[in-house]
Structures are given as structure tokens and as C-alpha cells.
């Protein structure tokens, strides 16, 4: 039976006006009965839900053997997020608080059975609660700094903040950036616009791309169907941004403001027709397609550059139907030349199946594709 409440002598902590933060002290079993994992997943609907990775089972196998150990020091804390359900009661006497920490009592209710929510998730410390729940020191004392906020928005920004030492797995900050609309990071707010338009391009009923995007909340059941690396699309996006981009002008670096709508219906369209213009290749393991690779995802997104910055120049964008049909018929000067599943490339020499996602395979296809766009072009006008 569970008991239910724990009460543990902490520090209230005065840092931040409106979320309180504690630091106390639990037992390596109580872990377990306090705080649960949020994993990252997405509901039926697309909604981004949690922010965990998975376990990873080496780690913590790593960690229990350690803490299973005779003499075990483990300053490693966690970083919990408490719901409102706490509570704390400074100490009466003499100097209870020194004005940057109060000293009092923080009761922690628990839930009535272990398949109800917990009144905690891990912020930080998932591998660590993990082999701390299976440990058999099970009264080791485990240090924990608490803050209270059930806002899943402050949670996803703390874990963003306290992993940037040793960095997460790049899908899952891909995915977790555009959930966080707190002030970033430099490194981070600079990835963030890639990253909400993936995310987009992964969602959207519009996008060829629906559903194909490997991301960090992709369940094993759905893995055969994801077949472009959010990766090699971040990397595209990233290009296309860049001032020699087509996605530049739409970016106001003085004001700070930038027409994200815009530039998804560039990107749909685009691709759109890509997936029209080569229907074999589209959506197809990237073991038997090369668009679908990395090495096709990023020549073709140089390619839009060219293509789309001739279309825009003469189409409106909010003419999608008449851009999208431009955007085929530049599309088909390229068709004939390209080889995505089999055969081998004309003038680079590669078979279909040679070329790889990297900086020199990029940039030989990525020529070749521009020069016989180019010299096509020439040849039509």
C-alpha cells in the first residue's frame, strides 16, 4: 500500500517570482513514487505531448551497478517539476530564513495507486530514476532541486536549458523547439524556425511530406512508414534560409518578424511537385529511393532554390495552383536526367544506389542537378 504523503525538510529557494523552488532530499525508492517520465509522443491528433527521450538501457544498467556498489557517493541530483499539489510550511524560531532561503517542511502527497499520475515528472535525471528505482540501496539519500509549475511549456524550456552541456538527440530538440516559446539560447533560437517548419511539413494535411518524417516521437509500430530523417530536411530548410536562399527575403532581420506562412507554402508546393514529378521515388524506403535520402533531400532543396526564385519572380505565391504548375513544368526539364532508383547518373557517374548524405555527394549531385536545369532552361527559352 502506498502511503500517502511524504514530508521532507527543504529550502525554499527566492529566485523566481511566481515558481517556487525547493531543494530537499529523497530515498532512491521514493523516487519512483514521486515523479513520473513525460515521454515524447504525439496523440491521434498531432499534439506533441511530454519531451523524455526513450531509456536508454545501457545507461542505466551503468548507473545500478554503481549504486548497488558498497560505497556509493552519488551528488548526481534531479530536477523535478511539482504540481501544485505541494505543500510547503517555513519553520517557526529563530532565523527560519536569511532572505535568499527559507528552511521549512515540504509535504509531498502521493497518489492512491501506481497507476494514477504521480505528483512530479523528471526534468532532468531520467536514466539516473530509473536505476535508482531498481537499486538495491533503496534508502540511499538522493538530492532533488523542485520546482512547482505543471505549465508543460516551462517544463520543455528547463530541459531544453539543462541539456545543452552534454546535447540531446537533435530529432528530439527538432521537435521539442517549436512547443517552447520562451526567450532561447542563441544556438537554440537560431534552429527553432527550421525545426517549426519540419515539424509542419510532418503534420500538415497539405504537406507530401505527411506522416514520412522520422521524428523523436515516432513509435516503433509507425518507423516503416517514416522514410525521410528529419535531419536531412532540417538541413534543406536550413540552406533555402541562408542569404543565398529563396527562403531569405521572407526572413526580416530588422524587425525580427518573419512570414513562416509564406515560406511552408513555398516549401509544400515545391515539394508537391517533386513527388508529382518523380511518383516511383516518393514515399518509398530510402534503400530503394534516393529522393527519399538524405543525399536527394538535400540536392533537390538546392535545386528549389533555383527553380522557385525563377517562378516567384514571374507567379505570386498566393497563385498556388499557378505556381505549382510552373513549378512542374521547370520540374520536367530535370526528370529525364535524374536516377533515383535505378541505373546510374549521367556525367557524376555514380549508380543510383552509390550516392550517400555527404558534403561531397551533396554538393556533386546538387551541381549536377543546377547545370542540367540550367542548360535545359537555356535550350527551352
Not at 27 to 44: C, F, H, P
Not at 71 to 78: E, K, Q, R, W
Request: hydrophobic share 40%; glycine share 6%; aromatic share 6%.
Amino acid at each position: 500500500m502506498i502511503k500517502n504523503l511524504i514530508t521532507r525538510r527543504a529550502l525554499r529557494i527566492s529566485q523566481h517570482p511566481k515558481i517556487p523552488l525547493y531543494l530537499f532530499a529523497l530515498e532512491a525508492r521514493e523516487v519512483d513514487l514521486v515523479a513520473d517520465v513525460a515521454r515524447i509522443y504525439r496523440n491521434e491528433v498531432g499534439q506533441l505531448h511530454g519531451y523524455q527521450r526513450p531509456e536508454k538501457k545501457p545507461h542505466v544498467k551503468q548507473i545500478l551497478e554503481y549504486l548497488d556498489g558498497d560505497d556509493v557517493l552519488f551528488p548526481n541530483g534531479l530536477i523535478l517539476a511539482l504540481s501544485s499539489s505541494v505543500r510547503f510550511r517555513g519553520s517557526r524560531g529563530p532565523n527560519p530564513s536569511d532572505g535568499l532561503a527559507t528552511i521549512g517542511m515540504l509535504e509531498i502527497p502521493l497518489p492512491d495507486s501506481r497507476d494514477a499520475p504521480r505528483p512530479a515528472l523528471i526534468v532532468d535525471g531520467q536514466q539516473r530514476s530509473l536505476a535508482l528505482a531498481r537499486t538495491r540501496n533503496s534508502n540511499l539519500p538522493i538530492t532533488v532541486a523542485g520546482f512547482v509549475s505543471e505549465d508543460l511549456e516551462v517544463q520543455r524550456d528547463q530541459f531544453l536549458r539543462v541539456n545543452t552541456v552534454a546535447p540531446l538527440p537533435r530529432d528530439l530538440v527538432t521537435e521539442l523547439l517549436p512547443e517552447v516559446n520562451t526567450q532561447l539560447p542563441t544556438k537554440l533560437s537560431a534552429r527553432k524556425l527550421p525545426a517549426i517548419l519540419v515539424n509542419a511539413l510532418n503534420q500538415d494535411g497539405d504537406s507530401p511530406f505527411r506522416g514520412l518524417v522520422k521524428q523523436a516521437s515516432t513509435t516503433s509500430s509507425k518507423k516503416s512508414e517514416t522514410v525521410v530523417k528529419d535531419n536531412s530536411l532540417l538541413q534543406a530548410i536550413n540552406a533555402s534560409l541562408s542569404p543565398s536562399g529563396v527562403l531569405f527575403p521572407y526572413k526580416d532581420l530588422s524587425s525580427g518578424i518573419t512570414d513562416t506562412s509564406t515560406i511552408r507554402n513555398i516549401l509544400v508546393i515545391y515539394w508537391k511537385a517533386v513527388r508529382d514529378t518523380f511518383p516511383d521515388a516518393w514515399g518509398i524506403s530510402p534503400n530503394k529511393s534516393r529522393l527519399m535520402h538524405g543525399v536527394g533531400i538535400r540536392s533537390m532543396g538546392q535545386l528549389m532554390d533555383r527553380v522557385m526564385e525563377r517562378v516567384l519572380d514571374e507567379v505570386d505565391i498566393k497563385n498556388s495552383d499557378e505556381v505549382y504548375s510552373r513549378v512542374m513544368a521547370e520540374l520536367a526539364l530535370v526528370e529525364p536526367h535524374c536516377r533515383w532508383t535505378k541505373g546510374r547518373w549521367p556525367e557524376i557517374n555514380f549508380a543510383w544506389n552509390e550516392l550517400e548524405n555527404i558534403t561531397k555527394h551533396v554538393t556533386l549531385l546538387s551541381n549536377y542537378l543546377i547545370r542540367v536545369y540550367q542548360k535545359a532552361r537555356m535550350g527551352a527559352s
